[in-house]
C-alpha cells in the first residue's frame, strides 16, 4: 500500500482507523511533526499526546509523585484541526493519560505510533528508549504499537520527511489486519528503524531481530570543589555522559547491522523477557536443590 493509499475503514462501523500519536522527543520536535503530517494526510482519525518537553531515555518511567500538568495543543500549519494535548510527564505519562483518563472523551485508538525519534532505538538501546517506551505502554493496555526511530548516521540532516514517507505502509499493513480482528499484534510492538538516507536510497524493508549493539558510555567529570563549610568537608563532582553507538552485530539479520546497511529494519518485540540461557543453570544451585 502506497503512502497516498486511503485508510482501511473497519468493517464492522466504516469508520476512519484510529491512530494515537506520541514520542520522547517532545510535542515540538520535527519527527513527531513529519509522521503527523502523513497521518492526517492519508485520513486517519489521528490525536497527539505528547510530552511538553525533550524526554529522551526515560525508558519505561512514570511520574508516581506530585500532579501531571496537561494542555491543550494547537499543531501548526494542516494539523491545526488535529486534537492534541501536551503532557508534562514521561513518554509513559503521555499514554497512561490518553488511554486511561477522559482527555480524549472516550476515544480510544486502533494503533498507537511512537515517534519518530531523532536516533535508533535498536539493540540493548531498546531498555532505555521512551520511544519504545510508549509502544510498550501501548501493549500493556492491550492495545498494538509500532515505535519509529531514525538513525543519526551517515549524514548530519535528519531525514524525518524519508522516514515518515516509509513509515506509511508498515502503519497501512497493521491497521489492515487489525481492522480484520488480527489480534496477534495486542501483546507486542513492531520497533521501526530506518537509516539516516534519502528516501530513495532505502534498501526496502527487512525483518530482524534484536542484537546486542549498545551505546557505550563514559563519565566526564565537568567540575570539582570542596565545600569546606560542612564538617567533614563535601566534595562535589559534575558529570556529563559521553559515548557511541556500538555496532555488536554478526550480520544484517540484527536490527543495528541492517539499518548500518542501509536497510529499514522492522522487529517485533515481546512485552514478555523469555527464559535466558542461564535458566537451566539455575537447577544446579545449591539453593534450589531438594533435600
Known sequence: MSASAKPVASAETERRPRVLLSNDDGIHAPG???IARHLHRAGYD????????????????????????????????????????????TP????????????LEGWKPDLVVSGINRGSNTGMNIHYSGTCGVAREANLEGL???????SYEPIGMFQFEAAAKSSMPVIAHMLKRILNGDRSMHASMINVNFPNLPFSEHRGYKITKQGAS????WCEEQSSHVDDSTDPPVVHKVFQYGGRME????????DTKAMNDGWISV?????????????????????????
Not at 92 to 103: G, M, N, P
Not at 247 to 254: L, N
Open 32 to 34: 513527531l511533526q513529519a
Open 46 to 89: 489521528l490525536k497527539v499526546v505528547a510530552a511538553k518537553r525533550e524526554q529522551s531515555a526515560k525508558g519505561h518511567s512514570i511520574t508516581l509523585f506530585g500532579d501531571i500538568d496537561v494542555q491543550s495543543f494547537t499543531l501548526e500549519g494542516a494539523l491545526a484541526d488535529v486534537t492534541a494535548w501536551m503532557v508534562d510527564g
Open 92 to 103: 509513559v505519562d503521555c499514554v497512561k493519560i490518553a488511554l486511561t483518563s477522559e482527555v
Open 144 to 150: 498494538p504499537a509500532i515505535a519509529l526511530s531514525l
Open 214 to 217: 549498545t551505546f557505550q558510555n
Open 247 to 254: 555496532c555488536r552485530d554478526p550480520d544484517d539479520s540484527f
Open 267 to 291: 522487529s517485533a518485540l515481546s512485552l514478555l523477557y523469555r527464559p535466558a540461557e542461564l535458566t537451566p543453570a539455575l537447577a544446579e544451585w545449591e539453593l534450589f536443590q531438594t533435600k
